[in-house]
């Protein structure tokens, strides 16, 4: 089964700074997609980006873009211009024909 | 409209109780799914419905039963349930089944088995 990990269970940065989400994943297939769902406290879950995997470019929605490395397996997500609304918790996913499965999360802190 | 709907929101059942999950879209999606998160773990994926049939089922025990009646309404029918079964239950659609479409998720039913 595919496997999904986000190495840092909490990060915390300064309003309009950048922080970086990191996620790691295992996969024998080929063609598969990446998102980032951020899922803010007692809020329902919404899609911040998505990546095709046949895609060589990253994707880039605003504030939020990700580092997509194939190769390494490696899919992290760049937030620049922290703001407030930015505080939940970050789940990257994998999704494939037959398998759907998310990371244990990143919980992360905006301090004003 | 990109809502997904759950009902209701809190439930507390016991073991011998049977009740149900209700989730609703209105968006015209032909995929709707149902996870459990328990608190601070990411969701599990358990039932995928496809155009209204039963695609997937992530080895899920037959106390809990899901049901398609139609493309924009998702049942979750529960029944003798166990304390270990509390968690949150969170629907969502997509436009198609396929891998490559976004999810759109409902705000959950947090559940308690007593």
């Known amino acids: 089964a595919q496997t999904v990990t986000q190495s840092q269970p909490e990060m915390s940065v300064q309003e309009a700074e950048t922080v970086t989400l990191s996620c790691t994943y295992d996969?024998?297939?080929?063609?598969?997609?990446l998102f980032w769902y951020k899922q803010p406290p007692s809020r329902q879950m919404i899609l911040v980006i998505r990546q095709e995997a046949y895609k060589q470019q990253n994707a880039t929605e605003n504030r939020f873009s990700v580092n997509f490395q194939k190769a390494a397996k490696s899919f992290s997500l760049k937030i620049s211009d922290s703001q407030l609304g930015d505080a939940a918790m970050y789940f990257c996913a994998y999704r494939d024909n037959n398998d759907m499965r998310f990371g244990a999360g990143t919980r992360l802190t905006v301090k004003p | 409209d990109t809502e997904v709907t759950q009902t209701p929101k809190h439930l507390v059942m016991g073991m011998t109780n049977k009740k149900s999950l209700k989730c609703e879209q209105h968006?015209?999606?032909?995929?709707m799914y149902w996870y459990k998160q328990k608190a601070k773990k990411p969701p599990e994926l358990m039932f995928v419905y496809s155009y209204e049939k039963l695609s997937i089922n992530e080895s899920v025990p037959s106390r809990f039963s899901p049901e398609c009646p139609n493309s924009s309404l998702l049942n979750l029918h529960l029944h003798a349930l166990q304390p270990e079964d509390s968690a949150l239950y969170l629907c969502?659609?997509?436009?198609?089944?396929?891998?490559?479409?976004?999810?759109?998720f409902g705000a959950g039913t947090r559940l308690s088995v007593l």
């Open positions: 968006m015209g999606h032909r995929a």
């Open positions: 996969t024998s297939e080929s063609d598969y997609y």
């Open positions: 969502a659609s997509s436009q198609r089944p396929h891998e490559r479409d976004i999810q759109y």
